[in-house]
């Protein structure tokens, strides 16, 4: 087979991320019950404020947290007491130092994939939290670059095509996310394989548009096997 180039997302897609913030949320949501507040309507004013703090702040735990806060100062007021700050900094803080968990039939599918084409670790996020998981993981040795931006927005895939000179026909972008990993990158030129995940992040979804490239839908990473 021709050698290709991939650019390989991260967080759902290598190892397990949302989970860990879906699980802080569930928590926070029950303790915003005896304040009156049912999950619904948590859940709406954290994504609203989510979505705000990530166009000013970027990704990451920081910006989660930070999130977390507004969103209990909102629904607390004058009724915030100070064990909540303490619990929403300390389960942040959980959250940033637990180690990756990696996603079944990965490893192998990378040395697979390695051994015949480029792999670039292409993610989004804070760059020392990023690399950090990224150190931790084990997984960064059968990558030849990674690329950590502030985005995944087709300028973000034009300006990593240039730095490594990638034919955009033969290359691919791997990820869970339809708004950043596959939607960008058909728009781009690349071509890109959408592996859906449980629970990917709310803020993420989107409908899956159409693009100058193709479109591989795998069910599972060790697919990647049987096509390249």
Same mark, same amino acid.
């Given at each position: 087979?021709?050698?290709?180039? *991939?650019?390989? &997302?991260?967080?759902?897609?290598? +190892? ?36 705000? $703090? ?5 990704? %990451? ?21 100070? &064990?909540?700050?303490? +619990? ?23 040395? *697979? ?39 995944? &927005? ?17 290359? +691919?972008?791997?990820? $869970? ?16 394989? *959408? ?5 990917? +992040? ?8 159409? %693009? ?8 599972? *990473?060790? &697919? ?5």
């Amino acid at each position: 087979m021709k050698r290709q180039t *991939f650019l390989i &997302d991260a967080d759902d897609t290598l +190892w397990e991320n949302n989970v860990f913030f879906e699980q802080a949320i569930g928590e926070f949501v029950a303790r915003m019950e005896p304040l009156g507040y049912g999950e619904a309507y948590v859940r709406r004013i954290l994504n609203e404020i989510e979505r705000r $703090n990530t166009r000013q702040h970027g990704y %990451g735990v920081g910006t989660f947290r930070r999130s977390l806060e507004e969103t209990y100062r909102r629904l607390a007021g004058e009724l915030a007491r100070s &064990d909540e700050w303490t +619990w929403i900094r300390d389960r942040a803080r959980e959250i940033e130092h637990t180690p990756p968990r990696i996603l079944e039939g990965v490893p192998e599918t990378l040395a *697979f994939l390695a051994r015949r084409h480029r792999l670039i670790l292409f993610t989004k996020g804070e760059p020392l939290e990023q690399g950090a998981k990224i150190g931790r993981s084990g997984l960064e040795s059968y990558f030849e670059a990674v690329e950590i931006v502030p985005e995944k &927005d087709p300028a973000s895939y034009d300006r990593t095509v240039n730095r490594h000179k990638i034919v955009k026909e033969s290359a +691919w972008m791997v990820g $869970n996310s339809p708004k950043s990993d596959v939607n960008p990158a058909l728009e781009s030129g690349l071509n890109a394989v *959408f592996i859906p995940h449980r629970l990917t +992040w709310e803020l993420e979804s989107a409908e899956l548009t159409s %693009g100058a490239g193709r479109l591989l839908l795998l069910s599972q *990473f060790r &697919d990647l096997r049987l096509h390249f």
